[in-house]
């Protein structure tokens, strides 16, 4: 047996070492070679500063091997990203750009050349989603679900967000008593993202405080685990040659996207034979045009709700961790926060209304500042859909550029913030904000592409944390890291290292 496969194997080298072949072999080479590195002079002919490329993966890792937010730290500060500048990502020239007017006038005021992101759909099923929607399509589908986030259609989702803040406090006072000690408030806050996101963009009940591993769950967490082996592969081809790759290598998220596609549709189901809930669902529902029809199919409904729960769970649960971990270290600033809760509170009869939220001004400060200091998205992005010149400057990048925006690095700037490692929600006083460009502080991006959900994320994270915090005070406990909260480097999303953090959570006397 192994002297047939030695010889077959012999036969195919001596075959290979010809002539043909070995032509064909240095083609297909110096082909590949050509089309990777043609654009490394992309920036350089334009006069844009940025770090020299690399083969085979231009700057992707720059300067080399680092990682995530290396990256962002190293094209900011030291690669002309505060301004901006060029990399080259894989092969593919990017620009980088960090100074504020730029971005308003990329983000806001000639957003008509930026309406777009690059074509990336990791899953044939996602391609109707708003995130990964362009030009026109995106447009229309924007606005027949913006009214969706309006404060009205919030006010109505109150309850449902009430209800789950109510078993987070529960569950958060019980784990404090089973380990005696400290909590993973990540994990608390997870499950009650999970469950709320469920609960207003499914119509589910998926109580995880109860049972972590429901089928919703389990699904759930499929859609996060970073991909591995075939998906990781995948992934790759698919950043490097687009949309394509979908239709030639199966989609491992298949089996995952048709559970989804099933409890949607078994609600949709459900709500025609007469029971109506308020929450994200119904509204897509209720989307009507002029002649009464429903404007968004079924398919685009199950992609909306789906990518709401992509975008919603891990981005929230992340914002009410970093919040947490905020005030466990900064207790003079909590102080503030409980008195005004109970002084609210009192006001309100003690029920945590809507009203009552809109009154908790220090609460509402410190939020701001946990997204200043840990924005859940390191960075934004968009494509030119036209030729555009840089204001005031003489590059012009042409259609189909990606251009990227920092998050992080912006937020951490002394120029924009001083002391900037700083919990300090006095930063966001009126007469302060006002001192400020518009666009230093982007934790949801900027402009008419900005997140279409900000007031519900800031909304239902007001929510979770007044219903803790009215009967519990957070402290460090001894696995409780020294600010600022060391992250895992790697994580697209900002993320605490080991993705824990762990504090104690005391009644309130
Ligand atoms: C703290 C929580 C959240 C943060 C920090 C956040 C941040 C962001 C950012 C930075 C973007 C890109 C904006 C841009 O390119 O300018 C975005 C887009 C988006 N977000 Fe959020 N997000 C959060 C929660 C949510 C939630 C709860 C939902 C849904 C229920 C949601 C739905 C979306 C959608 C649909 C988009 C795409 C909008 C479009 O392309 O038109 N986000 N978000």
Not at 18 to 32: E, K, N, R, Y
Not at 423 to 441: G, I, N, S, V
Not at 480 to 497: G, H, I, Q, S, W
């Given at each position: 047996?192994?002297?047939?496969?030695?010889?077959?194997?012999?036969?195919?080298?001596?075959?290979?070492?010809?002539?043909?072949?070995?032509?064909?072999?240095?083609?297909?080479?110096?082909?590949?070679?050509?089309?990777?590195?043609?654009?490394?002079?992309?920036?350089?002919?334009?006069?844009v500063p940025g770090p020299t490329p690399t083969f085979p993966y231009g700057n992707e890792f720059g300067p080399p091997l680092v990682d995530f937010i290396g990256f962002e730290e190293w094209i900011y500060n030291t690669q002309g990203g505060k301004k901006f500048c060029g990399y080259i990502e894989m092969a593919r020239p990017v620009l980088y750009v960090g100074d504020l007017d730029l971005i308003r006038a990329i983000?806001?005021?000639?957003?008509?050349?930026?309406t777009d992101r690059r074509d990336l759909a990791i899953s044939e099923d996602f391609m109707e989603m708003l995130q990964v929607l362009n030009g026109k399509e995106w447009k229309d589908t924007r606005s027949v679900m913006s009214p969706t986030f309006s404060s009205s259609k919030l006010r109505a989702m109150h309850q449902l967000?009430?209800?789950?803040?109510?078993?987070?406090?529960?569950?958060?006072?019980?784990?404090?008593?089973?380990?005696?000690?400290?909590i993973d408030i990540k994990d608390c806050f997870g499950r009650f993202t999970m469950d709320n996101i469920a609960s207003c963009?499914?119509?589910?009940?998926?109580?995880?405080?109860?049972?972590?591993?429901t089928e919703f769950a389990k699904n759930a967490a499929v859609l996060f685990e970073a991909p591995t082996g075939f998906a990781a592969v995948r992934l790759t081809l698919l950043v490097l040659l687009g949309n394509i790759v979908q239709k030639i290598l199966p989609d491992p998220l298949k089996s995952v996207n048709q559970f989804f596609a099933r409890v949607v549709n078994r609600t949709i189901n459900e709500r025609q034979t007469g029971d109506r809930r308020k929450d994200f669902l119904q509204l897509l529902l209720d989307t009507k045009d002029k002649d009464g029809k429903r404007i968004l199919t079924?398919?685009?409904?199950?992609?909306?709700?789906?990518?709401?729960?992509?975008?919603g769970y891990d981005t929230t649960a992340k914002l009410l961790t970093f919040a947490a971990y905020c005030l466990a270290t900064n207790p003079e600033v909590q102080d503030g926060i409980l008195s005004e809760i109970d002084e609210v509170l009192e006001r309100h009869k003690g029920q945590l209304t809507y009203e009552a939220l809109g009154e908790m001004h220090q609460l509402d400060r410190a939020i701001s500042e946990t997204l200043r200091l840990y924005p859940p998205a390191a960075r934004i992005e968009r494509l030119s859909s036209k030729e555009y010149t840089l204001p005031g400057t003489n590059v012009t990048i042409p259609k189909g550029t990606v251009v990227q925006m920092p998050i992080f690095t912006l937020h951490r700037d002394p120029d924009h913030y001083p002391d900037p490692m700083r919990?300090?929600?006095?930063?966001?006083?009126?007469?302060?904000?006002?001192?400020?460009?518009?666009?230093?502080?982007i934790p949801f991006g900027s402009g008419p592409r900005n997140c279409i959900a900000m007031r519900f994320a800031l909304f239902e994270a007001k929510v979770a944390l007044a219903a803790m915090l009215r009967e519990t005070r957070l402290e460090p406990g001894p696995n409780?890291?020294?600010?600022?909260?060391?992250?895992?480097?790697?994580?697209?999303?900002?993320?605490?290292?080991?993705n824990k953090a762990f504090l104690r959570a005391v009644p309130r006397k």
């Open positions: 047996m192994i002297g047939t496969l030695l010889g077959v194997l012999s036969a195919v080298l001596k075959w290979v070492f010809t002539p043909l072949p070995l032509a064909v072999l240095a083609c297909t080479m110096a082909t590949i070679y050509y089309l990777m590195t043609k654009d490394y002079r992309f920036w350089k002919a334009r006069g983000t806001i005021k000639d957003f008509e050349s930026f967000c009430l209800d789950n803040a109510s078993n987070l406090n529960d569950y958060v006072k019980a784990e404090m008593k089973r380990t005696g000690g400290e963009a499914f119509g589910v009940n998926c109580n995880s405080f109860k049972d972590p591993n079924d398919s685009s409904i199950i992609a909306q709700s789906v990518l709401f729960f992509i975008v919990f300090d929600p006095d930063r966001f006083l009126p007469e302060e904000k006002e001192k400020r460009h518009p666009c230093a502080y409780t890291p020294k600010p600022p909260m060391p992250l895992d480097k790697r994580a697209f999303l900002l993320t605490p290292e080991g």
